[in-house]
C-alpha cells in the first residue's frame, strides 16, 4: 500500500491559547498536541507571527518508502533531506520550506457508529428517533482528512508532491488547484495557486452530515464570527461541508461523506470548469473564501 494517510500536521497561529480554545470547542482534546478520536494527535499548534503550515506529516506501512523517496529527492532535484533516521524521513518542499514528515503509521481504528438512516424504499431504524436526536455529546472528530496549501509555485510544488513523494492527482483545475491523495480518500492535499504559502483551510472527517450540521450549528451559536461557509456539499469529492474561521483566520471545515478511489485506473474525473467544481449545492460561496482577508498581511509579512 505504502503511504496512506496524513499523520499529524504543525500550524503556526498568532494566539495558541485562543486557537486552542477554539479546537476544544471543534471537538478536539488535550494540549498543544490536539487529538481526534481516531486518528490521535494530529494537529499541533506552535506561536508563530503570523498563521502558517509549518509541517505536514504522511503515514506509510511499507519501510521501503524512506529510501525509495530520499531517492526520488535526489533525482527529481526538488526539494531536499532534511532529516533521515529509523523510520522518519523529514523533506523540506523545494518553494515553500513546508517540512513533510514521512513516518510509519497504522490505519485508522474506526469503530462504525450505528447512524440509520431511513429513505424511501430503505427503513434502517423503527420504534426510536434519530441516533443525532438522541446524542447527549458535541461532535468528535474522528480524523485529519485534508489540507489546502496555498503555495506561490504551484506546479513546482504539486510536481514535489506527486513525483517526490507519491501523491496521486484525483481532480484539478490546471495551474490553480490540483485535489491530491496519498490513499483512498479523494484529497488529502489540495495544492492551489496563491501570491504567497499559507494554509488555506484544514478538514477533519465527522460521522456523516448529521455530525457536519450538529457541530457547524455549535460553533456558530456560540460565536457567529467563526462562521465561513455552509452548510453545503462539494461537487469535487463530494463531500459535505462547514467552514468555520479559527482565531489565526485559517478555514477548519467539518466535512463528511468524501469519495474514496479504489485504483487510479477506475477512478474518471470529471472535466470541471471554472468556479463550478467548488460546490454542488450550498449557500453562495463567501468572497472570502476565495480571497481571505489577511492575504495582503500574509504577503507583506513573506
Ligand atoms: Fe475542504
Known amino acids: 500500500m505504502g503511504l496512506h494517510r496524513l ?6 497561529v498568532p494566539d495558541v491559547a485562543a486557537s486552542t480554545a477554539f479546537f476544544h470547542d471543534f471537538g478536539l482534546t488535550g494540549d498543544g ?15 508563530s507571527a503570523t498563521r502558517s ?3 505536514l506529516g504522511v503515514g506509510t506501512d511499507d519501510p521501503d518508502d524512506f529510501d525509495r523517496i530520499a531517492a526520488r529527492v535526489g533525482h527529481s532535484g526538488l526539494g531536499a533531506v532534511v532529516e533521515s533516521s529509523d523510520g522518519r ?4 518542499e523545494p518553494v515553500t520550506g513546508l517540512l513533510v514528515e514521512v513516518t510509519m503509521a497504522e490505519p485508522y481504528a474506526v469503530l462504525p457508529t450505528p447512524h440509520t438512516f431511513n429513505r424511501p424504499g430503505v427503513n434502517e431504524r423503527f420504534d426510536v428517533p434519530a441516533e443525532s436526536v438522541l446524542a447527549a455529546d458535541g461532535v468528535a472528530p474522528s480524523n485529519l482528512t485534508h489540507v489546502v496549501y496555498g503555495t506561490p509555485d504551484q506546479p513546482t510544488t ?24 496519498c490513499g483512498e480518500v479523494h484529497h488529502n492535499l489540495a495544492i492551489q495557486a496563491a501570491p504567497v504559502a499559507f494554509p488555506h483551510h484544514i478538514a477533519f ?6 455530525d457536519v450540521v450538529r457541530g457547524g450549528q455549535s460553533m456558530v451559536d456560540a460565536d457567529p464570527e467563526r462562521n465561513m461557509w455552509g452548510v453545503g456539499r462539494h461537487a469535487i469529492g463530494s463531500n459535505w461541508f462547514w467552514y468555520l474561521r479559527d482565531p489565526s483566520g485559517t478555514f477548519v471545515e467539518y466535512t463528511a461523506d468524501i469519495d474514496r478511489i479504489s485504483a487510479q485506473d477506475l477512478y474518471r474525473p ?9 460546490y454542488s449545492f450550498g449557500p453562495p460561496v463567501p468572497a472570502e473564501f476565495l480571497e481571505p482577508s489577511d492575504l495582503a498581511d500574509l504577503i507583506a509579512a513573506s
Request: proline fraction near 1%; charged fraction near 25%.
Open 7 to 12: 499523520t499529524s500536521i504543525t500550524l503556526g
Open 33 to 47: 498536541l490536539l487529538s481526534t478520536r481516531d486518528g490521535g494527535e494530529q494537529l499541533e499548534l506552535v506561536a
Open 205 to 210: 472527517e465527522v460521522d456523516d452530515i448529521d
Open 89 to 92: 524521513l523529514v523533506l523540506s
Open 158 to 181: 504539486l510536481q514535489f508532491f506527486t513525483d517526490v513523494l507519491g501523491f496521486e492527482i484525483s481532480d484539478q483545475v490546471p495551474g490553480i488547484i490540483a485535489f491530491t491523495r
Open 270 to 278: 470529471k472535466d470541471w470548469q471554472g468556479h463550478e467544481f467548488l
Open 53 to 55: 503550515l509549518e509541517r
